[in-house]
């Protein structure tokens, strides 16, 4: 017997938004349920940046905020949606619904690059431009949708605004961590004075590409507005992908900072949901054969992609530090170049059966659970941060830009993992690699590292345990206080 179902989403046309379903058996029955929890839970809309690794946090907040009584509606371009539609189950198909707002096609913005996973470095600009003029699409969506509330990411400083003219309340949700948002603020607010944190020190390369940031930030706040609008925007509350364990410095003096009150709703990582396609299996096969804890993973997010010194200097790491390792090496969509090629000659051949080299994509979770993992070489992503501490694995600390730096520096602090250290020009060195590698895998002098990452992925567990109680409550006062402020 086929369980019914009932798949409703809002598809935006020119002009006005349409709503479509998919039914089978007793779909009428199903389709009362959806609009009884509609009538008597609050409807929320979630908004997030174009990013994976924006949409795949603002997803697990989303499953959260269901079990109390809320009705999700998460708002992203089709591509974008697709990306966390399999990780939507039974379970949650009646109360989160997928709502697909369309970019306008530009001439070097096709559909398919209306994410920034695979696109260009050069594009990203452009697509946070074709978002920007999806503003009256928006627009629709809100009035369609007439919601109790919206969670909006940072990079959307225009949500308020929209809102604001709908006497809607809005909650920024940041799904990066405390240490550099706070860090960047305090540069922004107190320019020449350090920062509190002593721990957080930049070197000069890594100072020079972040004051680079900063400038552009502060140009766009000039301009139009920008991050710092999208967080004096937000009602009261800032909600953060964090928890008090990890950051609790960090967000005390955040909400100094943007005289509003932090609330953490982390660690949100995805559930671990097995991936059963043939790529999978072979290399979970490889790592079944592996000892215990032998194992580094290595992988530097979806959006990063190394240089062919880079992975040069990678690679002579992995094949000197004599640890077992899979790697996931990525390539820009609009890059044509084999696999063969952009590793150093004769390389797989001379690492044999004690390294697997993938191209693309990896199952990372399920990676990262497994007993043989005993490391993660990160770019120190914020995603890749919270998903190793919550398996317990520590982290060979290897950041690349933006605010991967400052999120090395905590996995330094508070003992999870270490730094590889580079050069006075931000060079890597394949020595350094496989000192550091050796050291957090399966050196004595580690030891301590790899207990404090057990330790924080029982904290974790306990932390996820306790659920975002905080977090509903503020939300629902702040909806309460609007409804009154309306009538």
Not at 55 to 66: C, G, R, V
Not at 198 to 212: D, N, S
Not at 434 to 461: D, H, L, M, Y
Request: hydrophobic share 40%.
């Amino acid at each position: 017997m086929h369980e019914a179902y009932i798949n409703a989403y809002y598809l935006l046309n020119t002009s006005r938004v349409f709503v479509f379903t998919k039914h089978q058996n007793n779909s009428h029955i199903e389709r009362e349920k959806v609009m009884d929890a509609q009538q008597t839970c609050m409807k929320t809309l979630m908004v997030p940046w174009l990013a994976y690794g924006h949409i795949s946090p603002f997803l697990e907040l989303a499953k959260d905020l269901t079990t109390k009584n809320f009705h999700i509606y998460l708002c992203s371009t089709p591509i974008n949606l697709n990306s966390i539609k399999k990780r939507i189950t039974q379970k949650y198909s009646l109360s989160i619904e997928l709502i697909e707002i369309h970019l306008p096609v530009l001439p070097d913005l096709p559909s398919h690059h209306h994410t920034t996973n695979g696109l260009p470095r050069h594009l990203v600009p452009t697509l946070k431009l074709a978002f920007d003029m999806s503003k009256d699409n928006f627009a629709h969506i809100l009035d369609t949708i007439k919601p109790d509330l919206i969670i909006y990411d940072y990079n959307l400083p225009w949500v308020p605004t929209f809102a604001a003219r709908r006497n809607i309340p809005v909650v920024e949700f940041m799904i990066i961590g405390m240490a550099i948002c706070s860090f960047s603020l305090h540069m922004f607010k107190k320019p020449g004075v350090k920062f509190p944190f002593p721990v957080i020190r930049l070197k000069g390369f890594q100072e020079a590409e972040f004051q680079k940031v900063l400038e552009y930030t502060l140009k766009v706040e000039n301009d139009e507005e920008g991050p710092l609008d999208a967080m004096k925007g937000s009602c009261k509350i800032i909600l953060f992908n964090t928890f008090t364990e990890l950051e609790g410095k960090y967000m005390d003096y955040h909400s100094i900072l943007t005289e509003k009150k932090i609330v953490p709703v982390g660690p949100l990582v995805q559930e671990l949901v097995p991936d059963e396609t043939e790529e999978t299996e072979t290399i979970m096969k490889w790592l079944h054969n592996k000892p215990n804890s032998s194992t580094v993973y290595v992988s530097f997010g979806s959006e990063y992609y190394l240089s062919n010194e880079e992975r040069e200097e990678v690679a002579h790491g992995l094949e000197m530090s004599g640890v077992n390792f899979i790697w996931v090496v990525r390539f820009p969509l609009d890059e044509k170049v084999s696999l063969e090629e952009a590793l150093p000659l004769s390389f797989v051949g001379r690492v044999g059966g004690r390294g697997l080299v993938v191209e693309g994509w990896a199952p990372q979770a399920q990676i990262l659970a497994h007993s043989s993992t005993g490391g993660f070489v990160s770019h120190c992503g914020w995603n890749s941060v919270l998903e190793s501490l919550k398996f317990g694995v520590p982290i060979v600390a290897m950041p690349m830009h933006l605010e991967q730096p400052v999120c090395a520096k905590l996995v330094g602090d508070v003992g999870v993992g270490v730094e590889v250290e580079r050069d006075e020009n931000g060079k890597l060195n394949r020595e350094e690699i496989a000192q550091v590698i050796r050291k957090v895998v399966v050196g004595e002098s580690g030891e301590g590292v790899r207990i404090k990452a057990r330790q924080f992925s029982e904290r974790i567990r306990m932390r996820r345990e306790e659920g975002i109680g905080e977090a509903v409550e503020e939300l629902v006062k702040i909806c309460e206080e609007s409804k009154l402020v309306e009538n």
